[in-house]
């Protein structure tokens, strides 16, 4: 059991102090968890193998699933990557500060721990003043994942950190909620194309635009399969998962209504008793779930994907703290967009149990354990 030390830091004017206090763990071999603006990370001395550690064992984290090294200044870029192409240098130029990650050849200096011994390393510059601050003043790149328990929803808040890793770690940042709610976007600039690791709060058309050039997304990048390779986080695992079973109904979004009813219908035939069921929806559908007697929990309007990207984690762990509800169903949304992220991230928390509507059902695989 670790002492754990809760520092609130106000996002808009970080106190140097209580920045310095934390730092100090960091390069003393500790683990903090700091936020982001996309989910609250875990974080420990990228150049510290025994302190990189600590944040596997806390969280509970196979080794072979690699971590993202934050930096601050792109002078840290070059001490983490071996091989900066042009291509990294212009999407760090437009999107940095923010929630995009480039996989590139590592260099010496990151311990192989940190890169579950592969020969890339995933970096990223977040775009979060708290962040970047205790980056600044540790003094080193900080190697972070999700500051979650493995397999859990990522943490949007601190109170998330503190109901999974309290005594587990030795500080966690109070900041308040983070802006996007889901991690960032992970793209392969090793491969020619590009290839989109994971989708995140950068949409891969931007980097597609900025590029140049096509992005490959393969299916698990969709939240289809996993990859047989952990290349960055959120490849391999079971992530982002209610500890109650979740299914996603997709279908044609065309007609809210007819789709909403053909979910209605599922979760009548599927369920035990639907009365101790929810249904994760849109803010234009809740009225047919309500009106047909269904509980529901609202993601946010089909219209602005930026809320619903937001609302979702909060939402998955708000399944389990709902006493009288055994299971739970959620609409699925357009791949385009935010949207991509938000089928990432609901496929894998159902551990692929998927309905289309008019197509059969989508078995999960077996023998998956949680990140």
């Not at 219209?303 to 699925?332: K, P, Q, T």
Request: aromatic share 6%.
């Amino acid at each position: 059991m670790v002492e754990t030390r809760i520092l609130k830091i106000d996002p808009e004017r970080p106190d140097p102090e209580l920045v310095r206090e934390a730092a100090e763990v960091i390069r003393r071999g500790g683990t903090v968890a700091f936020p982001t603006e996309t989910v609250y990370g875990l974080g420990a001395d990228t150049y510290n193998p025994s302190a990189v550690m600590k944040i596997f064992e806390a969280k509970r984290r196979p080794a072979d699933n690699p971590l993202i090294v934050h930096i601050a200044d792109l002078d840290q870029l070059f001490e983490v990557a071996a091989d900066v192409p042009g291509e990294a240098l212009a999407l760090a130029r437009k999107f940095w500060p923010g929630p995009l990650t480039m996989l590139l050849r590592k260099s010496p200096r990151v311990p192989g721990e940190v890169t579950a011994k592969r020969d890339t390393v995933a970096v990223r510059m977040p775009a979060h003043p708290v962040a970047l601050a205790l980056i600044r003043e540790s003094g080193v790149p900080i190697a972070a994942p999700s500051a979650n328990l493995a397999g859990r929803p990522s943490p949007t808040t601190a109170e998330h950190v503190v109901r999974d890793l309290y005594g587990r770690v030795d500080v966690i940042i109070d900041s308040g909620h983070t802006l996007y709610g889901v991690e960032s976007t992970i793209v392969d600039l090793t491969r020619d194309p590009p290839v989109l690791l994971r989708p995140g709060a950068m949409p891969v058309e931007e980097v597609r635009r900025a590029l140049g050039k096509d992005i490959v997304i393969p299916p698990f990048a969709r939240g289809l399969g996993m990859a047989d390779v952990a290349l960055a986080p959120g490849m391999k695992y079971r992530h982002y998962a209610p500890y109650k079973k979740l299914t996603v109904v997709e279908g044609d979004y065309s007609d809210l209504e007819a789709y909403a009813r053909g979910v209605i219908e599922v979760v009548r035939r599927l369920s035990g008793d639907a009365r101790r069921a929810v249904v994760l929806c849109s803010s234009e559908t809740r009225r047919y779930y309500e009106g047909a007697g269904l509980r529901t929990i609202e993601l946010g309007p089909r219209s602005n994907l930026f809320v619903v990207a937001r609302n979702l984690f909060e939402s998955l762990r708000l399944i389990d703290e709902m006493a009288d509800v055994d299971e739970a169903y959620s609409e699925g949304f357009p791949e385009q967009g935010l949207g991509l992220a938000i089928m990432n991230r609901l496929r894998k928390a159902s551990g692929f149990s998927i309905i289309r509507l008019g197509g059969g059902d989508v078995s999960s695989p077996a023998g998956q354990a949680p990140h």
